[in-house]
């Protein structure tokens, strides 16, 4: 490690572990100090793009608030303790709490960062399994389960994603994503504004639908807002038509697809007629987005979040995918396709979970659906506070921030309060880690190696990418997975027996190879002709190229075939009946509330840094003028937003934006908990949609919660 943090100047070449989108990054260092963050030019994948949050990874790094050393919570306050302390004062009490009340008494949370990590990835599902406890969530169910159940059933594997193969198509419908700001999610680029003015370019189309005019319907050839939740109805109309008029044609796929017939007889019931007034869209235009998808040369339909956050995400997802196949645009340019990627995350899932298992058991309280030995994260609450066998009395956090990030924030806040321990592995304290007893702080991200092993597989191309660490990490500091393995030692030597004897065994394995040697062995072992090694002198991104068609060889289905009549989707449809057709309307004031994302914003964790907060408060509700006006609301007043959960206060941004009867408000705001000497909020603390956000609401087939859709009242604050 030679030349790190060398006094003079340097040019560093890494990419950004923020997002999906991987940009390549230039970073200029003099020391310990970073000079410059520009896009790299060279990079064949980014071409030199950067958002805002790429520029902030020095405020990251150079966070003087960041945690450094392990913190202990006491009555006066947090107080440094050494790396031996944390971990055995933390051993000690999961052993305890585990030995006192079961071992599902401890629950675990990991969020979102450690999708970008290589590190954390390979070391945590060893680690939640050595801690045997059913109650295991995550950010991925209030976010892509729908996928994961899809593409378990679907293609035998959770992690094989269909993406949008957009650098090709002629036509992209995108359902409830917001790729412009976002840069795209489970189908992802740098640069997606610029992506999508080159399938305009080459006389494509790009069509969106939303109950907002987004930043990318903006830009886009035609926006159709749409009632939350309606797209159920959009797909299975769209369905409905291509059969009665016989324009289904699975192309390469008939020979290893069935099910067929079955989908025809499934989308009889709902007509454009039908379905349009329940969901916003005109019959006609259901028709006409209908005949251009089918009609152009290669088309594409891609939903994310708004779909996935939607009471019949998996539903969607699945809907989606048959969309796509009966058009003949699957596994082929221009449609929807899969990654062949360098390092194979399905082959890892395979190994963990045989490519995924759903409702093996369910949850204590409400019965709802694991999924791959995780439980959906809508009961987590329900699970800390309602007594019991089984009832969660202590907490381990991995980077994530359930209190802002998840349904009914405070409450969980003050469920969390009253936990018998909480173990964080953070480098913050947040409005969650700041319940922790103990706080273990990870290296900066610039401290480590990284290699995105999850992320390139949902990547536009064939993409692989090693970045060295810029900065060599302090004396005794430790990175995610060191943190991670540690402690399993340490709990699984104070558990003594057979586990006290393997578990210097394990940790020499994963100390001894590192991740990195197992990303270089599952180098070798995947689908590109690269090393580590040639990754390593590489400093750019390497391009393998566009995607290409691999099916029916790269299914994990035991046949290679695809079944579309899925009987859980099939049966999944009665529900759909039943909250559209069987209930009888109750005509109420309510308005309905959608989430946003900002360009500036990353999740809950990155309103801290100037550079990115800076500017108009963007904590805001957006309303219709017509909204407002009916309510006597006018624009930056506040006002009150009450769900059947809470009442949160926020500043009114009145705006055509939002269709009418709906409302949105960002999420991962709500800053002003936080009662850290070591943590100034000097910035817009904004307020927590998650405060009413309810967790009753859920994809019942996936247990994805709902956070789009929420009924809520509006009114003048008082
Ligand atoms: N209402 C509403 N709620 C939502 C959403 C929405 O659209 N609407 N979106 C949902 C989605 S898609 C997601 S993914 C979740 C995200 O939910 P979470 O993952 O729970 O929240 P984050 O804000 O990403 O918090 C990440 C935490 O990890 C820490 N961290 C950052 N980097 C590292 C690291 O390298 N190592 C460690 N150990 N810690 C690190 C940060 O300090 C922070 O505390 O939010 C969900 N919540
Ligand atoms: N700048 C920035 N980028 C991010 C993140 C971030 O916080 N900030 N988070 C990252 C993460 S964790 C994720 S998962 C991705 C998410 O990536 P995206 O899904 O692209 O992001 P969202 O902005 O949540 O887009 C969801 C869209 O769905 C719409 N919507 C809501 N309800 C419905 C509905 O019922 N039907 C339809 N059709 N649309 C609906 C919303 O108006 C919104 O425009 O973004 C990632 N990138
Ligand atoms: S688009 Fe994503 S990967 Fe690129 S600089 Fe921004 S946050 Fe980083
Ligand atoms: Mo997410």
Not at 271 to 281: N, S
Not at 570 to 585: I, S, T
Not at 666 to 674: I, K, N, Q, V, Y
């Amino acid at each position: 490690m030679a030349g790190l943090n060398s006094p003079t100047k340097q040019t560093h070449h890494r990419s950004c572990h923020l997002c999906e989108a991987m940009c390549g990054l230039e970073i200029e260092t003099e020391g310990e100090q970073i000079v410059s963050i520009r896009g790299d030019k060279n990079d064949p994948w980014s071409k030199g793009y950067l958002c805002p949050k790429g520029n902030a990874l020095q405020d990251i790094h150079h966070d003087p608030n960041r945690l450094r050393q392990p913190v202990k919570r006491t009555a006066d306050g947090w107080e440094k303790i050494s790396w031996e302390e944390a971990l055995e004062l933390t051993a000690d009490a999961i052993v305890a709490v585990q030995k006192k009340h079961g071992n599902d008494a401890l629950g675990v949370y990991w969020g979102n960062p450690p999708t970008h990590s290589h590190g954390t990835i390979l070391t945590m599902l060893p680690f939640f399994n050595a801690l045997k406890t059913r109650n295991r969530f995550s950010a991925a169910s209030v976010d892509q389960l729908p996928k994961y159940l899809s593409s378990y059933l679907l293609f035998g594997n959770q992690v094989m994603f269909p993406v949008s193969d957009i650098d090709r198509t002629d036509y992209w419908l995108i359902l409830g994503g917001n790729p412009v700001v976002s840069n795209g999610s489970i189908t992802s680029a740098p640069n997606m504004r610029g992506r999508i003015k080159a399938i305009q370019q080459r006389g494509g189309q790009v069509v969106v639908i939303d109950p907002r005019c987004t930043e990318t319907a903006q830009i886009a050839s035609a926006h159709h807002f749409i009632q939350p939740g309606g797209d159920v109805l959009l797909l299975l109309s769209m369905l409905h038509l291509i059969f009665k008029e016989g324009k289904e044609n699975l192309n390469h796929l008939a020979s290893f697809t069935d099910g067929l017939d079955e989908i025809r007889s499934a989308v009889k019931p709902y007509p454009p007629e039908k379905v349009a007034p329940l969901i916003g869209i005109e019959a006609s235009t259901i028709r006409n987005i209908t005949h251009a998808f089918c009609a152009a040369n290669s088309a594409v339909a891609y939903g994310r979040l708004g779909i996935c956050q939607n009471p019949f995400g998996a539903l969607c997802t699945w809907l989606i995918n048959v969309l796509n196949m009966v058009t003949g645009n699957f596994d082929r340019p221009g449609g929807s396709m899969f990654t062949n990627p360098a390092y194979d995350l399905r082959q890892i899932a395979k190994l963990i979970t045989g490519g995924g298992h759903y409702n093996q058991y369910t949850s204590r309280v409400r019965g709802l659906p694991e999924f791959s030995d995780e439980l959906p994260t809508a009961t987590m609450l329900e699970e800390v506070i309602t007594p019991g066998e089984g009832q969660i009395k202590a907490m381990l956090l991995l980077a994530g921030n359930p209190i802002l990030t998840t349904p009914n924030g405070s409450r969980l806040d003050e469920a969390f309060a009253e936990l018998e321990f909480c173990v964080a592995i953070d480098f913050y304290i947040t409005e969650s880690t700041r319940h922790a007893d103990v706080i273990l702080p990870p290296t900066s991200p610039l401290e480590h190696s990284n290699y995105e092993i999850a992320v390139s597989n949902v990547a536009v191309r064939n993409v692989a990418r090693y970045s060295k660490p810029l900065f060599q990490k302090p004396a005794g500091a430790k990175d995610d997975w060191e943190i991670i393995v540690d402690l399993m030692r340490q709990i699984e030597k104070k558990r003594g027996g057979l586990e006290g004897v393997i578990a210097p065994v394990k940790h020499a394995f994963f100390s001894k190879l590192k991740p990195d040697g197992i990303v270089g062995l599952g180098l070798r072992l995947g689908n590109q002709d690269i090393t580590l090694n040639k990754l390593k002198e590489t400093p750019h991104t390497v391009d393998f190229g566009p995607l290409q068609s691999c099916l029916p060889k790269a299914l994990y289905t035991k046949n290679r075939r695809i079944n579309l009549a899925q009987p859980l989707f099939l049966n999944d449809l009665k529900r759909v009946d039943e909250h559209f057709f069987a209930e009888a309307g109750s005509e109420t004031n309510a308005l309905k509330l959608i989430g946003r994302r900002h360009l500036r914003s990353n999740n809950s964790w990155m309103n801290r840094y100037h550079r990115l907060v800076k500017g108009r408060n963007r904590c805001t509700l957006l309303i219709h003028p017509k909204d407002a006006a009916e309510r006597a609301i006018t624009d930056k007043q506040q006002v009150e937003v009450s769900s059947k959960i809470g009442t949160i206060s926020v500043e009114a941004e009145v705006s055509d934006q939002v269709m009418q009867g709906v409302v949105s408000i960002p999420h991962g705001w709500g800053h002003d908990l936080t009662d850290s000497h070591l943590q100034p909020s000097p910035y817009n603390a904004g307020v927590s949609v998650n405060n009413i956000t309810d967790p009753a609401l859920v994809d019942e087939l996936s247990g994805n919660a709902v956070m789009n859709g929420i009924s809520v009242e509006v009114s003048p604050a008082a």
